[in-house]
C-alpha cells in the first residue's frame, strides 16, 4: 500500500490522506469531513486530462475498455494536485484537490451517468455493476 499525505494544508478541500490500494483496486481519498474510495475504473474514466474531457463542452470522449486499468503510481504535484499513472499508459490528467473532493461528493450520479452513456453507445462492460 503506498501512501502520498499532503504536507501543507491550504484550505478545506486538502485531502489529509491518500493511499493507493492496489490488491483492492482502490485510490482511497480522506479529507476533514469525509473520506471516499475511488476504484481505478471510476478515476481513469473521469480523468480531467484534454483527451477525456475534450477542450470544452461537448467534446468529452467517451472511455470503454477501462475496467481492468490499475493506477501504477501517485506522483505529487505541488501543494495542490496528483498525477496518476495508469496501466494503459493514460498520465496527463492532473487530479487538483476540488476535482478530487467533487469526483467524491458526486461519485453515485458519475457513475450512473458514465453507465448510461455507455449503454447508448452499446458498449457492454467485461464486469458488469
Known amino acids: 500500500m503506498s501512501s502520498v499525505t499532503p504536507t501543507i494544508k491550504t484550505n478545506a478541500m486538502t485531502p489529509t490522506e491518500i493511499k493507493l490500494r492496489k490488491s483492492s483496486r482502490l485510490l482511497v481519498v480522506s479529507f ?27 467534446q468529452e ?11 501504477t ?23 487538483t484537490w476540488a476535482y478530487l473532493r467533487e469526483l467524491g461528493d458526486n461519485m453515485d450520479s458519475n457513475w450512473q451517468s458514465y453507465l448510461d452513456r455507455l449503454q447508448a453507445a452499446g458498449y457492454a462492460r467485461e464486469k458488469p455493476e
Not at 73 to 95: C, K, M, Q, W
Open 73 to 95: 503510481a501517485i506522483e505529487p504535484v505541488g501543494h495542490y494536485a496528483v498525477r496518476l499513472l495508469f496501466s494503459d499508459g493514460h498520465n496527463t490528467g492532473l487530479y
Open 32 to 58: 476533514d469531513d469525509a473520506s471516499f474510495e475511488f476504484s481505478f475504473e471510476y478515476l481513469r474514466v473521469h480523468s480531467p486530462s484534454a483527451e477525456v474531457q475534450g477542450h470544452g463542452p461537448g
Open 61 to 71: 470522449t467517451l472511455q470503454t475498455g477501462k475496467e481492468d486499468v490499475e493506477i
